[in-house]
């Protein structure tokens, strides 16, 4: 039995067993989609290939396709997050991971590019790094992938189209600016993105996208250098209709293998441009009710013609892993926002 938080008043989200849904593909990080031409479109990416897959809906079947990523400056990438232009031109966000950074090791820092599609995803072109940590790789790291780097990501609009705001996860520099951090680039600038992302620091967005300074949102509790992290990681942001406001699903990272899956979390904010506005998150899905340890990425899957991975409203999919065994629900608190969602543990 899923141990979630019973009913109560002060309750804005819960989780319900149903049948489970698959994504079409392998997923192994945040699968944006999108709608186009009354079709919903989906990335999904392990490193390489890079899917597109589409349908009618997430309950109806799927056609894949592999995307020509030729146009490509870096490899392997994963696509984390996605936008449709008005005029049908696609802007996407990748996170990459560079190889041969420590000899004969496998470890790596990932970074944060952009790219755009002319053609609704089957080929994308590369725009160019734009988020990348300016503290040098720990090649004493012991969580087992990351020596440091930006990455493990998602991207949403505010409802003024002014800025995109990236909310990614800092595995570099000391331990008290790692953990779940932001930064946002200008609507206006979206087609030409390099140096034009800043992060925010200390109650400023002045920081540069490549190398900048970092204040947490969530800072780790332990950090990344550790065999057993306790960090907040991965964050998957949408706007809720419903709730008129923002929600973040956070996996949380405790204990040995260092990715360990200790709980999913929710956090609530009604302002973007605020980071320090975010609630403090409080759990969704517990432990004990996770199947692997490894099962990453919560994300949701909003329902109808303009339901996606950053729009939804009261009732929608919850995937975790590529799968959803659940429906989330999310409830007012009244006429104010109360400070988070379930259990805290």
Known sequence: MLALAAPMAAQEAQLHWVDDVQLPAEADGNSPAFWWDGQLHLFTSIGWPLKLSRSAGQFYPWTTIEVDTTGMRHHPTWVEGAWMDPDGILLGWYHHEPAGMIEESTLTAPKIGALISIDQGRSVHDLGLILDAGDPPDP??????????????????????????????????????????????????????????????????????????VTPIFPARRGWVNRDPDCFWGPSVHWNTYLNTFVMLLNRAKGEPGWSQHGVYVSYSRDLSRPEAWKQPKVLLATEDIPSWSDFYPRVLGYGPRGTDTEAGKFARFYLKGVSRWEIEFTRTGSGMEPGAGRDR
């Open 140 to 213: 004493l790291a012991a969580n087992g992938f990351f020596i440091g780097g930006h990455g493990d990501f998602s991207v949403v609009l505010d409802p003024e189209r002014s800025h995109f705001y990236f909310f990614f996860t800092n595995y570099s520099g000391p331990e008290e600016t790692q953990g779940v951090c932001v930064a946002r680039m200008a609507y206006a600038d979206r087609f030409n993105p390099e140096g034009k992302v800043f992060k925010y620091h200390e109650g400023e967005w002045k920081e540069p996208g490549i190398g900048g300074r």
